[in-house]
């Protein structure tokens, strides 16, 4: 095994492979909660940084880059070994102030706290890493439209999934949106080849006037779109005002709503937000709650929230139409 790394500045061409994350087994470990080495203080002038411990932190095991056909052989016996989700397959787009290291441990973590044993893919895109390095970011996400097109294509035509759900988060929704429009381009909704299941929105940083105009043209090629929104996303707040007052689909104003759209379940998430810049701007895998309902719609495809879990979400009649709000977790 190899340990394969990657940077943060763009590359000519697509890079498949594999990796293999370690996921600590603690009881104590919340489900969503990425556990890494931090800084241990010993006294009040001396910090020792703790080494990385497989039981109790997520590791990276092996980083292995391959040819397509070994890849498409690794996926086919995923699918193959598969119990609950066979021959599906999910594909998590991460978005701003990821590394690489650090989308392996989150589309990881996904899976494990989801109970998803099918195929676990990621597509990579290089952010800079760095709370900094948003407009690179920005810059960047865009670029890599034409590989993460060539993935899916890969996936979708080679890797014989019978289901493939989409993940994109952060601006890693304005990427995803992007490439499905190009995609989807021209075709009929009853094309097999171009038709995904379940595709999930987190915290999107796309205006909400793009999203509303792709996700539209989205909806007869999938099963079910969700949209998880928040007022309280820090990261998409300063987003809109860098974009000039041009709000993102993923951030809720106080004194507004939603994005509301038919075909589009929209989920108000405010109620389980924190600080989304803590550990790299992931928000939405960092609570149990919403994992169960990601877990959920996988698992059934129930549309919309309101049937899949019960006493999670309440529905919300407005103007433009309804959507649903996440309860409060009890204390």
């Known amino acids: 095994r190899t340990l394969a790394a990657f940077s943060g500045r ?24 990425i556990t890494r080495p931090g800084w241990n203080v010993l006294v009040t002038t001396i910090s ?11 590791t990276i095991k092996a980083v292995d880059t391959m040819t397509e056909d070994d890849l498409i052989a690794g996926i086919k016996r995923r699918l193959g070994t598969a119990k609950e989700f066979k021959n599906e397959a999910f594909v998590f787009v991460h978005g701003y102030n990821v590394s690489f290291d650090d989308a392996l441990f989150r589309a990881a973590q996904i899976a494990y706290d989801t109970g998803f044993d099918g195929a676990a893919c990621v597509y990579s895109w290089p952010s800079l890493g760095s709370v900094l390095g948003y407009l690179h970011d920005k810059n960047q996400v865009l670029l890599a439209r ?43 909704p009853d094309d097999p080849a171009v038709r995904f299941n379940e595709i999930v929105f987190a915290s999107p940083d796309v205006s909400r006037e793009v999203f509303e105009k792709i996700a ?4 007869p090629h999938a099963d079910g779109i969700t949209l998880y929104a928040s007022s309280k996303d820090k990261a998409l707040n300063v987003s809109g005002k860098l974009s000039l007052g041009k709000l993102p689909a993923g951030f809720i104003p106080s004194s507004g709503l939603p994005v509301i759209l038919q075909g589009v379940d929209t989920i108000d998430a405010s109620a389980v937000s924190t600080d989304v810049f803590g550990l790299n701007h992931s928000d939405f895998a960092d609570r149990r709650h919403l994992l169960a309902d990601i877990a ?30 996440l309860r409060p977790p009890k204390q």
């Open 48 to 58: 020792l940084f703790e080494k990385e411990n497989v039981t109790r932190h997520f």
């Open 10 to 33: 763009a590359a000519d061409q697509l890079t498949l492979g594999t990796g293999i994350v370690t996921v600590p087994t603690r009881e104590d470990r919340e489900r969503g909660v």
């Open 296 to 325: 959920a719609i996988f698992r059934t495809g129930t549309h919309p929230p309101g049937k899949r879990v019960a006493d999670t979400f309440d529905e919300v009649n407005a103007r433009p139409g309804a959507f649903w709000r």
């Open 146 to 188: 034409d590989h993460l097109a060539k993935f899916l294509d890969i996936v979708r035509k080679r890797s014989g999934a019978t289901k493939i759900h989409l993940i994109a988060h952060s601006m890693g929704g304005h990427l995803l949106t992007e490439v499905l429009r190009d995609t989807t381009r021209n075709v009929k």
């Open 216 to 219: 539209k043209e989205l909806v």
